[in-house]
């Protein structure tokens, strides 16, 4: 008895201790991408929103170039039209151009890539930058973080990081294939579900989100010219007004 519960103990130390590793491990790619000064990648997303029997596919190809502190040029397209997509930002101004309806937003460019919003603006491989902003260390979170193996990703041998977190009524689960020497993230994959209430009296509806996104980078802290960040809308794109936050919507129009 004595024996098996030393076993017991030795094991869960064991992965207590590995997922300080696995953590640890993470704070490095955090430290990459927070020190990253520029970078040319592209990201294809797969994904599968799934509501009850119902269920909705869609990939999404993006290419993204961008220079700190807010220097961007982004292109994305998709399986829906509405997907495609343009940013650009020279550090004074950024336009978003939406090839589907012909036209664009131009406004004042932000100071920076930080935060959720600003993180947007370099779409979908926005979300390696905002992992890098979390507090790993949050005593509120309830995030376990484990070692799942290694796998060799477009060449590059890459450990995977596992992050799982539930709560009352969601759960997530997020792999990251993280290469070994570099500590850049080449291959995300993400099973997320949770309920939402309808109405008083019905059953919640069921939701769940499958997603994975492969990176392939083609150049990391190297330099690229101010040209191309510079873009010209079509002389057919009419531009948008975009209405400031804090700005009352206006009242509806009669028939």
Request: no cysteine; charged share 25%; glycine share 4%.
């Amino acid at each position: 008895m004595r024996t098996v519960i030393a076993l017991t103990m030795s094991v869960a130390l064991l992965n207590g201790l590995l997922a300080q590793d696995a953590k640890a491990f993470l704070k490095q790619v955090q430290q990459k991408y927070r020190q990253m000064k520029s970078m040319e990648a592209s990201i294809t997303i797969n994904a599968e929103i799934q509501r009850d029997s119902s269920s909705i596919k869609q990939q999404v190809h993006s290419s993204v170039a961008m220079v700190k502190p807010n220097k961007v040029a982004l292109k994305a397209s998709g399986d829906d039209p509405m997907a495609s997509r343009e940013i650009y930002s020279d550090g004074k101004q950024i336009i978003i151009y939406l090839p589907a309806m012909k036209s664009y937003v131009k406004r004042e460019a932000p100071p920076n890539f930080e935060g959720p919003a600003a993180a947007a603006t370099l779409g979908e491989i926005g979300m390696l930058f905002s992992l890098a902003e979390e507090n790993l260390d949050d005593p509120n979170s309830k995030a376990k973080y484990a070692f799942k193996g290694k796998k060799t990703i477009n060449g590059k041998p890459t450990r995977i990081v596992e992050i799982s977190e539930k709560r009352q009524n969601a759960s997530v689960l997020l792999r990251l294939y993280v290469g070994e020497q570099d500590k850049l993230i080449y291959r995300l994959e993400m099973n997320q579900s949770f309920q939402q209430a309808v109405q008083q009296g019905q059953p919640p509806q069921q939701f769940s989100l499958k997603a994975s996104a492969d990176i392939r980078y083609k150049s990391v802290n190297k330099p690229i010219p101010a040209s191309r960040f510079k873009f010209t809308p079509p002389k057919d794109a009419k531009p948008m007004q975009m209405p400031q936050p804090g700005t009352p919507a206006p009242p509806p129009q009669g028939p």
